[in-house]
C-alpha cells in the first residue's frame, strides 16, 4: 500500500515538474534568445600583443551536414541517446546514475546532456557549487527553449574542447588528422568523441594505450545503438591511425603550460563575468615571451633525455614587476599536462639560504663575517642533538667567511648562522619576500626541508632582484571584452620590503657560486660555468636528494629550474647537471646582445668597497696572494683589529 501511495505521489510531482517544464519553456521562447556560439570565445595575446591562443575563435563554424555522420552518431552514443527525444534533461538516466552511484558509493557514472554540456560550456570556469550547477540548469532550459536540436548539436561540436587548445571539430579534425570534419573515418571520429570527457587523459598523443581503450567504448555504444556491426567494430578498432605529423605539436607543446596557468589565474580575478553570456569574447593580454618559451621548450628537449621519466619545472618572472614571460610545467606536454610550475611543491634545498644570508647582513653580519667550517653536532633544546653534513663530507676546518660558505653552499656555517640568529630571522624575511608556504621551525629550514612552489620562489628571490621589493607573481596584464571595455588591468604594485644596499651586497655575494677566487679547499658550486657565463648573474643551487634548483638573477630577469620525479625517486649524479643547463641557456639566449652595464647593479652611495682576503673576508693589501674586493655598508669594513666570534672557544678573538 505504501508502495504504490508513494508512486502516486512520484507521479504527480513529475506531472507538476513537467507542467512548470512546459510553462517555462513556453515562456522562455517569447523571451531573447541566449547566445551559444560565445563559448570558448578566448582570444590570448603575447607581450606585443600577438595572439598565441584563439579558442573557438581560431575555426570556422562548421554546419553539421559537412560533419562526418560517423562523429555525429558516435558523439550521440556515447554523450546522450535520447539527445533527440527529451528536454535537456534525461531524467530516467539521471535516476540511474544515482542508484549506480549510491550503489558504488562513489560517482562512477554522470548523466549529463549534450545541451547540459554546452550550457557548462558556456562559462568560464568549472567550479561545482550548488550555484553553478543551477545556472547550469537554467541554461539548459534556455538554450532548448529557444533552439533546435541540430542547433544545438551543431553549436556543441564546434565549441567543445578536445584537447591540446583545440575547441571545435573543425580544430581537432585537422590537428589530429590533417583532414576536414567531413573527411573523418569511423575509426578517427571513435577516438575524437572520446577525447572530450577528459582531454588530457584521452589525447591519443598523450595516451594512445588509453585513447584505445576509450575508442572501443565509443565503438561498441554505436554498435549498441544499431548504427554499425561488430565486423565495423573490429575493423575500425583495428584501422592504423596516421596522425598529423609532429611539426603540428611543438607550438601546442610549447604554450600550453603557459596557457593553462594563463586560465586558471583568469579564475581568480573577481571583476571578470564568470559566464560568456554578459561578454561574447574576451581578450587577455599576457605577460609571455613567445620566443623565450619556445626556446626554453628546445633548450629542455636538448638537455633532457627521452627515455626518462625525469621532469622539470621552469619560470622566468621580471622582478621589477612579477610578471612571469615563460613558465614550462613538464618536460613534455603532450605526455603529461600537470603543470609542476603551478600546482607542485618541493623541497627547495640551500636556494633558501639567500633568505637567511639577507637576515644575517641584516642583523649585523658582513660579508667577511665568520664561523668555523667543521664537522659539528648541534645539541639543542630537549637533549636533542642536530648533525647537518657539508655535501660529500667537505669541511675547511677553519673560520670562512659568508661569501665563501655562499660559493661552496656551506650547511654548517648555515646552520650556525640560523641558530646564532634564531629562526624567527629567516622565516621573517622569506614571508617578507613573498614566500607564503608552510615554514617550519626547526635546525635545518636554511637546507630547504619545506616545500614551496617554484612560482613563490621565482617571486622571493625578485625582492632581492628588483633591489627590495616584493611583487605579485602574475601570467594576466589586462583582460578586454568584445566591446573595448577593459574588465581587468593588473597594477604591478610594489611593496619595499628588503634594504637596497644589503641587496646589493647580497647579490654580488651570489656571484661567488660560479667566481675562481674561491677555488680552495672546494671548488664553488658553478664553477663550471665560469668560462661560459656572458653576463653577471646571482646565483643559487639547492639540491636535495629528490630535487635539484638553481635560481639565478639580475635586475633584468629571474630564471628559476627545477628538475626531479614525480614519485621523489632520488636523483641520479649525472642528473643534477640539468638543471644548471636549462638556467645556463635560458638566461644567456634573454641576455643576448645586452650589457652588464644594463642588467647589474650599481653601487649604492652608502656601500664601500674593500679588499680582503676572499676565504678568510681578512683585509689585505695589493701585495696579497689571494684578493678580492668585497663590498661592505660604510663603516663596517673589516680591519687588522676587527673581533670575529669564534664559536669554539666562545670569546672574542682578533680576525
Known sequence: MKIKSLIRLLSKLALIFFILLSSLIVYLKLAPKLEINNANNVILYDSNDIAFFEGSQSKQWVSLNNISPFLIDATIATEDKNFYKHHGFDFLRILKALYVNIKNGATMQGASTITQQYAKNLFLSFDKTWKRKFDEAWYTIRI??????????????????????????????????????????????????????????????INYDLSKERQLIVLNALKNNNKISEEDVNKAYNE???????????????????????????????????SYENIKELKIYTNLNIDMQKELEKNIKNTLPDDSDIQTSVVMMNPNTGGIVALIGGKDYLKSSYNRATDS???????????????????????????????????????????????????GNKPINMATAIA???????????????????????????????????????????????????????????????????????????????LYENNNNKELVLNSSLTFILNNLLTSTYDSDYIDYNYPTAISLAPKLTHKFALKSGTTNSDNWNIGYNKDIVCAVWIGYDDNQSLKTSEYKYAQNIWFNAVEYYEKGKKDIDTWYTKPKNVSIALVDPISGKPVDETAEKKKFMYFIKGTEPSAVEQTFNEKENYSSPS
Do not use: C
Open 144 to 205: 532548448e527553449a529557444n533552439y533546435s536540436k541540430d542547433e544545438i548539436l551543431e553549436g556543441y561540436l564546434n565549441t567543445i574542447n578536445y584537447g591540446h587548445g583545440q575547441y571545435g571539430i573543425a580544430n581537432a579534425s585537422k590537428y589530429y588528422f590533417n583532414k576536414e570534419p567531413s573527411e573523418l573515418t569511423l575509426a578517427e571520429a571513435a577516438i575524437l568523441t572520446g577525447i572530450p570527457k577528459a582531454p588530457s587523459n584521452y589525447s591519443p598523443l
Open 240 to 274: 592504423e591511425l596516421v596522425f598529423s605529423n609532429e611539426e603540428n605539436y611543438e607550438e601546442a607543446t610549447s604554450l600550453m603550460y603557459y596557457q593553462d596557468a594563463v586560465m586558471d589565474e583568469l579564475e581568480t580575478i573577481p571583476s571578470i563575468p564568470k
Open 345 to 395: 611543491m618541493r623541497q627547495v634545498g640551500s636556494t633558501m639560504k639567500p633568505y637567511l644570508y639577507y637576515a644575517a647582513l641584516e642583523n649585523g653580519f658582513t660579508s667577511s663575517s665568520t664561523f668555523t667550517s667543521e664537522r659539528t653536532t648541534f645539541n639543542l633544546e630537549n637533549q636533542q642533538s642536530y648533525s647537518p653534513r657539508n655535501y660529500n663530507e667537505i669541511y
Open 408 to 486: 661552496y653552499s656551506e650547511n654548517i656555517y648555515a646552520i650556525k648562522t640560523h641558530l646564532f640568529l634564531g629562526s624567527e630571522a629567516l622565516i621573517n624575511v622569506a614571508r617578507r619576500a613573498g614566500i607564503t608556504a608552510k615554514l617550519e621551525d626547526i635546525p635545518s629550514l636554511p637546507l630547504g626541508t619545506n616545500e614551496i612552489s617554484i612560482i613563490e620562489m621565482a617571486a622571493g628571490y625578485s625582492a632581492f632582484a628588483n633591489e627590495g621589493y616584493k611583487v605579485t607573481p602574475h601570467l594576466i596584464e589586462k583582460v578586454v571584452d568584445s566591446t573595448g571595455k577593459v
